[in-house]
C-alpha cells in the first residue's frame, strides 16, 4: 500500500532555530496537508497543499507541495516553546474526498 | 463554529465487551471520517462516509468493526467482541468535499481494552 516516509523522527532543538521537516512517497498525491498533535488530542491542521509546486505560508510556518507530488517539506522559523508537539504530514491519494495516509510523526523538543 | 466533537473522551472496557464511540461532526460537513492511532505511530485510516453511506471501508480491520451514519450527520463505530489489540485513540474527521477537502480532527476517543 501507500506510505509516507517522514523525517526526520525527532529533533531536539534550541528556542529561535529554524525548524525543517520532510514527507517522501512513492506515491503521487493530490494534496499534502501538515497537522500538528499535542498528547492525549486530535491533530490540529497547520497548512494544506492542493497544488504541484505550491508554496504556502502561515504565520512562522512554510510548507511546499512538491513538483513531482511525491513530497513535501514543513519549515518552522524561531522556534518557541509552544511549537513542542508532534507533526504529521498526510497525503490524499484521490482529488476529492477520500482517506489521509499520514507519516510516522516528527517529535519537536524546543529548549527555552 | 462547534468543531467535531467525539464522546466518550475516554472508554475503559473488559476484553470481549462491545462498546459504541460517537462522532458529532462540523455542521454542514458532508464526509466523516473514522482513524485509528496507535501510541506512536500516525493515524490509520478505518472507514469514510459520504452523507449516510460508507464510500470506502477498506481500512476496517476484520468484521468486529462495524460503523453507521444513519442520518448523514452524527456517527457510531462500533467494535464487537473488543480485544487488547483494540486499545488505541480513535479519532473522527470531518470535511466539506467542495473544491478542497480539508479533513479536521476532533479531540478522540482514548480506549483501553483490558
Known amino acids: 500500500g501507500q506510505q509516507l516516509n517522514q523525517s526526520p523522527q525527532s529533533m531536539f532543538i534550541q528556542e529561535g532555530e529554524d525548524v525543517s521537516m520532510n514527507c517522501t512517497s512513492s506515491s503521487i498525491f493530490n494534496t499534502w496537508l501538515w497537522y500538528k498533535q499535542d498528547p492525549g488530542e486530535g491533530p490540529v491542521l497547520l497548512i494544506a497543499l492542493y497544488k504541484a509546486g505550491e508554496l504556502t505560508s502561515n504565520g512562522r510556518l512554510t510548507a511546499q507541495f512538491g513538483i513531482t507530488r511525491k513530497d513535501s517539506f514543513l519549515n518552522i522559523s524561531a522556534s518557541i516553546p509552544s511549537d513542542v508537539g508532534i507533526y504529521f504530514c498526510a497525503g490524499q491519494p484521490r482529488p476529492q474526498g477520500g482517506k489521509l495516509i499520514f507519516g510516522q510523526g516528527t517529535e519537536l523538543s524546543v529548549k527555552p | 463554529g462547534a468543531g467535531v466533537s467525539q464522546t466518550p473522551s475516554n472508554k475503559v472496557t473488559e476484553k470481549g465487551k462491545y462498546v459504541e464511540l460517537r462522532c458529532d461532526p462540523i455542521s454542514g460537513h458532508t464526509a466523516l471520517y473514522w482513524y485509528r492511532q496507535s501510541l506512536g505511530q500516525g493515524p490509520e485510516f478505518l472507514i469514510y462516509?459520504?452523507?449516510?453511506?460508507?464510500?470506502?471501508d477498506s481500512g476496517l480491520p476484520n468484521d468486529r468493526f462495524f460503523a453507521v451514519r444513519p442520518e448523514g450527520s452524527v456517527s457510531t463505530l462500533k467494535i464487537q467482541r473488543t480485544e487488547r489489540g483494540d486499545s488505541a485513540m480513535y479519532l473522527c474527521?470531518?470535511?466539506?468535499?467542495?473544491?478542497?477537502?480539508?479533513?479536521?480532527f476532533g479531540p478522540g476517543t482514548r480506549l483501553t481494552v483490558l
Open positions: 474527521a470531518s470535511s466539506a468535499l467542495g473544491v478542497t477537502d480539508t479533513q479536521y
Open positions: 462516509f459520504q452523507g449516510t453511506g460508507a464510500a470506502d
